[in-house]
């Protein structure tokens, strides 16, 4: 039950894209298609950005994108805004169990 | 409207124990597995647990099993967690969650928390 790694911090100017990795291993983001993404606010609680490695629930902007290759997950923002400074982090399915990535901080310069 | 509702959260000694609840309405809370998710003070999520829709299947991450216990009570829409033998490590900001789809892991919605301190 190790966490998954993600980069400690990532920045972008607006209307810049910018990608989030998440690594596991095979046994989590390499053998489920269950990856799923969230955002935080300071003092907030999370919200569920992407479902299933690319989904989106309702109401998240398609500027939102997820994708997988092998152990690696990856979340991508286009078109950057100033209210995608936020604290993301990565989570997998694994054995009826959940593992969340460390979390990174997105700075929009 | 979807709420999820956490109670119970406040200063607790060292070895000591506190029950944590979770009210929730605006769905058919007898059909969601339902998860708890802490924080620690300026760190990452951590999953805690986790309880199928009706309580037969429950599951820990290895630093709580033995000292913790989820449970739920669908006739009254609400989970719970029992913490005992508690440590500083435990202190955190506890969330209830709803996992979407059975067997995914995606929590789409969440609590506002409430702040578990153990200290001395």
């Known amino acids: 039950q190790s966490a998954l790694t993600q980069p400690a911090s990532v920045s972008g100017s607006p209307g810049q894209s910018i990608t989030i990795s998440c690594t596991g291993t095979?046994?989590?983001?390499?053998?489920?298609?269950?990856v799923s993404w969230y955002q935080q606010h300071p003092g907030k609680a999370p919200k569920l950005m992407i479902y299933?490695?690319?989904n989106r629930p309702s109401g998240v902007p398609d500027r939102f994108s997820g994708s997988k290759s092998g152990n690696t997950a990856s979340l991508t923002i286009s078109g950057l805004q100033a209210e995608d400074e936020a604290d993301y982090y990565c989570?997998?399915?694994?054995?009826?169990?959940?593992?969340f990535g460390g979390g990174t901080k997105l700075t929009v310069l | 409207e979807v709420q999820l509702v956490e109670s119970g959260g406040g200063l607790v000694q060292p070895g000591g124990s506190l029950r944590l609840s979770c009210a929730a309405s605006?769905?058919?809370?007898?059909?969601?597995?339902m998860s708890w998710v802490r924080q620690a003070p300026g760190k990452g999520l951590e999953w805690v647990a986790n309880?199928?829709?009706?309580?037969?299947?429950?599951y820990y991450v290895d630093s709580v099993k033995g000292r913790f216990t989820i449970s739920r009570d669908n006739a009254k829409n609400s989970l719970y967690l029992q913490m005992n033998s508690l440590r500083a490590e435990d202190t955190a900001v506890y969330y209830c969650?709803?996992?979407?789809?059975?067997?995914?892991?995606?929590?789409?919605?969440w609590g506002q928390g409430t702040l578990v301190t153990v200290s001395s």
């Open positions: 969650a709803r996992e979407a789809m059975a067997g995914t892991g995606a929590f789409d919605y």
């Open positions: 605006g769905f058919t809370f007898s059909s969601y597995w």
């Open positions: 309880i199928k829709q009706d309580g037969s299947e429950k």
């Open positions: 095979s046994s989590d983001v390499g053998g489920y298609n269950y």
């Open positions: 299933e490695v690319s």
């Open positions: 989570s997998s399915y694994t054995s009826s169990h959940v593992v």
